[in-house]
């Protein structure tokens, strides 16, 4: 692999990692920011909310907008973007400007995500697999250590100084990214000068919007209910309407030319479409205990924001250690294996949650945590190859990009059920009962681990 290539994938990683780094460190300050601002665990939980529904809209439409205006420029402009949300939002004066920084941001770090691989995948001709392997452990390294970042920052600095961390990333990475990333001339498929109408036919904005308002009043409805201890007339009143939006969503993606998700392929093809729900459910149950660990050992058992860093290390090195380890073992025994050993692992490590109680040892924590890190790992490989497996080549793109809509549907309902089931305070007894959630969420995925089969006959 040339210099040049080498300094391409060192520029737009440094770029990408940022997304995940971001999502990641705040699960440690959570329980900083409820003190700072004086919210329940509900309200506070929209820090995780609003980063993953934005993301999840920004990724695709922005890479559908790379088409228009090419990816150099969307990549700069992401760095930009990062860049002025991550200064503003350590500024902050208060929650709900917080979120609307949040929310920039998550556009902002999207946008490099979006066409950061296309970019190496298009530029980088010799050892292609290498580059794009090394970009994902960009992704996947950031997301790993970002609680242990976000421990060690918030100890001696505070809550803002996980969004100023952001701005030496942003900087080294767009004077790399001016200087390696090739100027291009948009996709001549999409006319520069197409009418606003027809822009938004494209991005399908209405689909768009129809899905946003439409999680949020659910969201909104079902939060409430539970952090004010009762449901009331608004509360189901706004449920209903988010449920109804949904509704019209999906009868809407149905009918469109260019779909936000295309429902239809999932029904077109039932196999690629049970894989995604188990990547759902697979990261309902690790970002569960991704978000919850830090909450549990900071509220429930006092331990300082370093130490719990430390300790969610634990979850990180072994996932780091475990993919490579596990991408071997798939390549020769197929994902089947790996999915039920790693749906096994998160079954002990759920179960060990529940049997903790107030005086156990913290450290007994890592033994979950190592639990959940090595399943992560093997689902990291096993998923995805599970997925090329079950999808055919003519439809590989649009099957990557609704695994990513799996994956961020599945933090988004993790984020849902911890504010369910802790409502207004993060509780001991209020873990015991996520454990057992977590638990039945495991046991599902043993048995559907099962349909999978062997490399000749997956699926």
């Known amino acids: 692999m040339s210099v040049r290539s080498r300094w391409l994938m060192i ?37 995780i909310f609003s980063f993953y529904i934005a993301s999840s809209i920004a990724q695709p439409v922005m890479g559908k907008a790379s088409d228009l205006f090419g990816r150099r420029k969307i990549f700069l402009t992401g760095l930009v973007v990062a860049f002025i949300a991550s200064l503003l939002a350590s500024l902050a004066p208060n929650f709900a400007w917080l979120i609307v920084f949040r929310i920039v941001q998550a556009i902002g770090t999207s946008m490099m995500v979006a066409v950061g691989m296309a970019i190496v995948r298009i530029h980088i001709t010799e050892k292609q697999a290498t580059a794009l392997s090394v970009l994902s452990i960009f992704l996947s390294g950031a997301a790993a250590i ?31 990214s001016w200087r390696n990333i090739p100027k291009e001339e948009p996709s001549t498929s999409v006319a520069p000068d197409m009418s606003l109408r027809k822009w938004f036919d494209l991005i399908d904005a209405l689909g768009i919007l129809l899905f ?15 952090s004010s ?35 239809r392929t999932f029904a077109k093809y039932p196999t690629m479409t049970w894989v995604n729900v188990e990547f759902m459910l697979v990261n309902v149950l690790y970002y569960s ?25 634990t979850l990180g090195l072994c996932s780091l ?36 109680n107030q005086t156990s040892p913290v450290i007994s924590v890592c033994l979950a ?74 046991l599902a995925l043993i048995f559907m681990s099962r349909w999978h089969r062997s490399s000749e006959h997956l699926l």
């Open 289 to 313: 205990l991704f978000f919850g660990i830090p909450s549990y050992l900071q509220m429930v058992r006092h331990v300082s924001e370093f130490q719990t860093g430390i300790l969610m290390l």
């Open 369 to 442: 945590l190592a639990a959940f890190g090595v399943s992560n790992g093997l689902n990291n490989v096993g998923m995805q190859a599970a997925l090329f497996q079950s999808s055919p080549k003519e439809i590989i793109g649009v099957a990557s990009g609704l695994f990513n809509t799996s994956r961020y549907l599945g933090t988004i309902l993790s984020s849902l059920l911890i504010g369910i089931v802790m409502g207004g305070k993060f509780s001991f007894e209020g873990f015991q009962v996520l454990g057992i959630i977590l638990t039945v969420i495991a």
């Open 146 to 176: 970002g609680p242990f970042i976000g421990g060690v920052i918030i100890h001696w600095w505070g809550w803002p100084a996980i969004f100023f961390v952001n701005i030496p990333f942003v900087v080294v990475s767009f004077l790399l």
């Open 11 to 47: 520029s737009v990683g440094l770029g990408i990692l940022l997304n995940p780094l971001n999502s990641s460190m705040v699960s440690v300050a959570i329980p900083s920011l409820q003190n700072v601002f004086q919210l329940d665990f509900t309200g506070v939980s929209w820090i």
């Open 229 to 263: 201890g009762h449901i009331s007339l608004g509360n189901v009143i706004v449920s209903l309407i988010g449920l109804a939006l949904l509704g019209v969503f999906v009868r809407h993606e149905l009918k469109a030319a260019a779909p936000f998700i295309p429902l």
């Open 212 to 226: 946003t308002v439409g999680l949020v009043a659910l969201l909104v409805g079902l939060l409430s209910a539970k």
């Open 321 to 356: 250690v475990t993919s490579p380890i596990a991408g071997r073992w798939i390549d020769k025994s197929g994902p089947r294996p790996a999915l039920l050993v790693s749906a096994i692992l998160m079954t002990l490590g759920s179960v060990w949650l529940v049997t903790l």
